[in-house]
């Protein structure tokens, strides 16, 4: 289907408005219409040579100051219905766009910088809306007007009306020509606008690394490239929209008002009776009433094909495969994993992941410890389903997970990361992410568990302190506290721990070891561990490389072992002691 009957049917959603807005529309423009007509009127009729008469010229005067009235009133119910209409179209759309995005796989985030994203939902929805709000009413009343125009002129001369109507094929393949240039440039405009967008965003994030090595002016010098880019296209369709806007229009209408005076002066020498007065006064009145909703026609087609363009690129997020939201739930399950000769690509046939086979029985504490690389992380996403296997089999409690929707399967499960992240709000809305399950007693609760008392007592508000975007006021501590207790207010049947005491001083990681001891009784959790001293008491080591499980015991059994587990723990304690 395509982009222009996408954008129609939603606004057919809201068909009522729109259509109420287009019906006062319709009326206003029949309204102002009738002006030229009672003008030609009282000029013919009543304001002949010798003979004025005022009673039925003021009658039909204040007849014409009425219908101004009305037709004022008419356009001002039009406007706001219309942009009732358009604005709840542009609603949906960015409801759907956004609750689209809930559903796509975590893969599509990791290739497509967060910046271009949020272009697509705001300044690609904004352009749309301009559709609605400009673009449509724009053409819906200059269409209106347009039909009303030429009623009225083969009202008063269907053969200079006839002439006129090779006005609308011109325009029309003016407007396709205009579209073939339009579209390519403002695809590359609407491409660098996300572009700027995602390395904005970039650059805020990263503003702590770009000043620590000075790369101020490589990023500037970066944004001035792309920005430079953008204006030539920009220039380009500047170009483009200045020879199609007024220039076009003025052209038509000096030809049009010359084939006027030619014909109407001809008719005049050659024709028995001459044109009256008001049919003249009718006509040019009329004609300038044509050319204006032609100009607002013309002077739309840029604001046309950029909402187009950008309608383009909303609609390939939607066309993107996502998997619905379930809200089906489960009992907590006890929380025994199997991975089952497990194998995993990101890309093709390059795999991270190589026949692993493991258990880990519920209570049991699993660590997995290993070189950059080795396939810590993706055996976590695998576990989360935020990827799903090439080859082979997970379970939990005996059932395949690829056989239960994601959501259901995260119910019961908790995650505490490196680098935790937290939303703006409070302490205690991160804590409880705003579930209504999760009370205020209960936030204090986990809160307490993990010692964050220690940590966050000094806070003027407690639980209430606000956290602004990600935290950045918070120290790593804390942030870290905060997501512990997060994880332990959801009471998960497993627990995943990606290495989350690494940015922690020493006092605070007492303080979560502690409250991890409390935390993993009855429950499954699997720990990726750099500091290999964190995980003496796991139940079960997996030392990962390449993909592929080489040793596996307690800590104990490993270091006996002598093999790559040992070595690692050695090189950890002389860089200690050093």
Request: glycine share 6%.
């Amino acid at each position: 289907m395509s982009t222009s009957k996408r954008l129609t049917k939603y606004a057919m959603y809201y068909k009522g408005p729109i259509f109420l807005g287009l019906f006062f529309l319709t009326v206003a423009v029949f309204t102002e219409l009738a002006g030229p007509f009672i003008a030609k009127y009282i000029i013919d009729e009543h304001m002949t040579i010798g003979k004025i008469e005022m009673e039925p010229i003021a009658w039909l005067l204040c007849l014409y100051l009425i219908l101004a009235i009305a037709t004022a009133v008419l356009r001002y119910f039009m406007y706001i219905y219309l942009q009732i209409g358009a604005n709840r179209v542009v609603q949906k759309l960015r409801k759907d766009v956004f609750g689209h995005i809930q559903t796509l796989p975590i893969q599509y985030f990791d290739h497509l910088p967060a910046g271009k994203i949020v272009a697509r939902i705001t300044n690609d929805t904004e352009a749309v809306r301009n559709l609605y709000v400009q673009v449509l009413s724009n053409f819906a009343t200059s269409f209106i007007s347009i039909a009303g125009v030429y009623i009225a002129l083969f009202i008063l001369n269907w053969k200079m009306a006839m002439i006129a109507l090779v006005m609308i094929p011109i325009v029309y393949l003016w407007m396709i020509l205009y579209r073939k240039f339009a579209s390519q440039y403002n695809e590359v405009i609407r491409t660098k606008i996300a572009d700027i967008n995602a390395m904005i965003n970039e650059s805020i994030q990263g503003m702590t690394i770009i000043q620590a090595f000075r790369r101020e002016k490589q990023m500037t010098n970066e944004f001035d490239e792309m920005n430079e880019e953008h204006y030539a296209y920009g220039r380009k369709l500047l170009f483009l929209d200045s020879a199609t806007s007024f220039n076009l229009v003025n052209t038509l209408r000096l030809i049009m008002f010359t084939i006027f005076i030619i014909y109407f002066g001809t008719q005049s020498l050659t024709a028995v009776e001459l044109v009256s007065a008001g049919t003249l006064y009718a006509f040019v009145d009329y004609l300038t009433k044509l050319f204006n909703p032609i100009t607002n026609v013309v002077n739309q087609f840029s604001q046309l094909e950029r909402s187009l363009v950008a309608g383009k690129r909303v609609f390939e997020v939607l066309d993107i495969t996502g998997e619905k939201v379930s809200q089906e739930t489960m009992p907590r399950y006890a929380g025994n994993v199997v991975f089952e000769d497990v194998s995993f690509a990101y890309k093709d046939e390059e795999y991270v992941l190589k026949h692993l086979s493991f258990e880990a029985k519920r209570g049991e504490t699993v660590a997995l410890v290993g070189h950059t690389g080795s396939g810590k992380s993706s055996i976590m996403n695998l576990l989360f389903r935020f990827y799903d296997p090439s080859k082979g089999k997970i379970y939990i409690d005996g059932a395949d997970v690829t056989a239960m929707p994601r959501q259901t399967i995260r119910q019961h499960m908790g995650i505490v990361l490196q680098d935790p992240y937290l939303f703006t709000g409070t302490i205690a809305s991160n804590v409880s992410l705003n579930d209504p399950r999760i009370t205020r007693e209960k936030v204090e609760e986990a809160l307490k568990a993990v010692g964050a008392e220690r940590v966050l007592g000094h806070l003027e508000k407690g639980i209430d302190e606000p956290v602004i975007e990600k935290g950045s006021t918070l120290s790593s501590g804390q942030r870290q506290l905060i997501s512990f207790a997060r994880a332990l207010a959801f009471d998960p049947a497993i627990l995943i721990l990606d290495e989350a005491t690494s940015n922690i001083d020493t006092e605070t990681e007492e303080i979560i070891q502690h409250a991890m001891d409390v935390l993993k009784k009855g429950r499954t959790t699997f720990i990726i561990a750099h500091r290999l001293s964190t995980i003496k008491n796991a139940d079960r080591i997996l030392v990962l490389d390449r993909g592929i499980i080489k040793e596996q015991g307690t800590h104990d059994e490993l270091l006996a072992q002598g093999g790559i587990y040992n070595q690692m723990y050695q090189m950890q304690a002389k860089s200690l002691q050093v």
